[in-house]
């Protein structure tokens, strides 16, 4: 069974302040691993994804596989940031479908 | 040119009411997919479509019926709405690659049911 692990459900920064949004992940195979992010009374899209390796918005997320982590970090967050941020894990199977994690919702206080 | 389209976006309605949600997207896409958002803010996979084929069917009450008459529709049918329905329904779409491929699921807008 696939399973993904917010641990922290509210998180508030200062802006500029260095920002980490914690995910933990259970798959018995290789899995793929993504970051969706929802602002304000819009819908959900694809932040990064780990095969990419990319920084988008100034976000980066590494793999690691044997901590089964893949923490979301930006070294200065923006007031523009603040969204609610799911952690999801995409396994095997002709499906390709998401197991999302509960959520963080990031404030970033000016 | 919107991607992902929901209609309605909002729907109230009584306990024990019929009500369908429709899903369209015009991107060319093979599978389809129907999310629930609740309270909580929690997502959690419904249901699968690909090629108008039903391909995942999580635990879900047999209240709730999907429908793709092509492959660019996925509506939901839900008999006998109770409160415990309300939530936020999301639709997405991808096209299924090969097994090492991964693509993008884009997400309709939501619709938020509410039932008295």
């Known amino acids: 069974a696939q399973r993904v692990t917010q641990p922290e459900k509210l998180l508030s920064v200062f802006k500029g302040a260095p920002v980490e949004l914690k995910c933990n992940y259970s798959?018995?195979?290789?899995?793929?691993l993504f970051w969706y992010v929802q602002y304000s009374r819009q819908r959900l899209q694809l932040l990064l994804r780990?095969?990419s390796r990319e920084s988008i918005k100034g976000f980066t997320a590494d793999l690691n596989k044997g901590e089964t982590s893949f923490h979301l970090k930006k070294p200065f967050a923006q007031e523009e940031d603040s969204a609610m941020y799911y952690c999801?894990?995409?396994?095997?199977?002709?499906?390709?479908?998401?197991?999302f994690g509960s959520g963080t919702q990031l404030t970033v206080l000016p | 040119d919107t991607a992902v389209s929901q209609t309605p976006k909002y729907l109230v309605t009584q306990m024990g009411n019929d009500k369908s949600i429709k899903c369209e997207q015009n991107?060319?896409?093979?599978?389809m997919y129907w999310y629930k958002q609740d309270s909580k803010k929690f997502l959690k996979i419904m249901f699968s479509?690909?090629?108008?084929?039903?391909?995942i069917n999580e635990t879900v009450p047999n209240r709730f019926s999907p429908k793709s008459p092509d492959k660019a529709h996925l509506n939901l049918h839900i008999n006998s709405l109770e409160l415990g329905d309300s939530a936020v329904y999301f639709c997405?779409?991808?096209?299924?690659?090969?097994?090492?491929?991964?693509?993008?699921?884009?997400f309709g807008p939501g619709t938020r049911l509410t039932v008295l």
């Open positions: 999801a894990l995409s396994g095997a199977g002709s499906a390709r479908q998401l197991t």
């Open positions: 780990h095969i």
């Open positions: 798959y018995s195979g290789s899995p793929e």
């Open positions: 997405a779409s991808t096209l299924a690659g090969g097994s090492k491929s991964y693509n993008e699921q884009f």
């Open positions: 991107l060319g896409h093979d599978t």
């Open positions: 479509y690909n090629n108008k084929e039903l391909i």
